[in-house]
């Protein structure tokens, strides 16, 4: 861990190893605040998961398939008829949820759009708001035709959740995972200025004005279904564990989520770590100030979690010194 603060643009990391479910290492390098201030982050502190929310989002929904509530190939405009009567989403009437999990509906991003201010902390926008912001933007591609990234695609899946559940977003992670999984430290902000709780570690980032500004009050309307979720590393392993070892879907809707998208390689890259044996899964998700990673090996037993909070610097490069960090941790031999 010392390594992985000591890289550029990272303020603080910490890390948890876990075998068969027990943790067996943990370390915190680096400081809660920048600068070497605050001391160091408590390796059980709570931090976001950004964009590993996704695959949380996606397991609810193809639960509500196995439950016969929804289809794959419902369409967008049969399932949230709103977003067709306000045009919303372009032709939402042949977009379906297949295409949504898969981030193959030609939807923009609207956090790509540049049309939220990262920097505003107090804000509510409705999750329906966000993907109007979205509207005007160029479109992707045809409705089903290739895989491009796009947070829309989950806050429209957030949605599909809260209709067809009759609950809140929230509520139905913490009665469909949260609460079965044992994640008693984990939950959903939707509204600001909800956040953090707890000790954690501050990232930063510089604002158009050349301000280095501390984001850890990031806006909680901006994350949601797409990578809102707030968890530690114990309770993120327990989901990534309870997913790859097949206990929170059957094989054929979990392939809807592991499959190669359309047009992307059949290996992934993060299957190269340790040299591919053993093949790790390693779902990611970060912005401004952090980036936190989980890696699972593919059966499940092997997992290593980690957080870092960052200013200026690289992410590439701060990815990187993550993937090397997990190398040390989790296959010292090679």
């Known amino acids: 861990m010392r390594s992985l603060a000591g890289t ?21 390098a680096g400081s809660r605040l920048i600068d070497g201030k605050g001391g160091r982050i408590p390796s059980d502190s709570r931090y976001r998961i950004g964009s590993q929310t996704k ?3 996606a397991v609810v929904v193809l639960q509500l398939v196995k439950e016969g509530k929804i289809d794959l190939e419902d369409k967008l405009a049969d399932l949230l008829p709103e977003v067709a009567e306000q045009d919303a989403v372009a032709r939402a009437d042949e977009i379906t949820v297949r295409q949504l999990l898969r981030h193959t509906s030609g939807i923009p991003n609207w956090f790509d759009a540049k049309l939220v201010d990262l920097y505003d902390f107090t804000t509510y926008y409705p999750p329906l708001d966000l993907v109007k912001m979205s509207r005007d933007q160029p479109r992707t591609g045809e409705p089903g035709a290739k895989y491009h990234y796009s947070n829309t695609n989950y806050t429209l899946l957030g949605l599909i959740i809260e209709k067809v559940a009759g609950r809140s977003l ?23 200025p909800q956040g953090i709780k707890g000790p954690h570690g501050h990232g930063y980032h ?17 994350g949601n279904a797409a990578g809102g979720v707030i968890s530690t590393a114990r309770d993120i392993t327990r989901f990534h564990r309870a997913f790859v070892q097949g206990k929170l879907l059957p094989p054929a809707l ?12 059949t290996q992934p ?43 200026v610097g690289s992410p590439l490069t701060i990815s990187q010194a993550i993937n090397k960090a997990a190398e040390t941790v989790l296959c010292p031999d090679k």
Do not use: W
């Open 8 to 28: 550029t643009g990272v303020v603080g990391a910490i890390g948890e190893v876990y075998v068969d479910g027990k943790r067996v290492g943990k370390g915190s």
């Open 55 to 57: 695959r949380l989002t």
């Open 170 to 192: 929230a509520a139905e992670f913490a009665r469909r995972l949260f609460g079965p999984l044992g994640m008693s430290r984990s939950y959903l902000p939707t509204r600001p």
């Open 254 to 265: 979990q392939r809807v989520i592991t499959d190669p998208h359309e047009g992307q390689p």
């Open 269 to 311: 890259p993060s299957e190269r770590l340790c040299g591919g044996d053993p093949a790790f899964e390693v779902p990611s998700g970060g912005t401004a100030g952090f980036i936190a990673t989980t890696f699972t090996s593919s059966d499940g037993r092997l997992q290593f979690a980690v957080s870092t909070t960052t200013s």
């Open 206 to 222: 510089t604002d158009p004005q050349g301000k280095l500004r501390d984001m850890h009050r990031l806006n909680a309307s901006y």
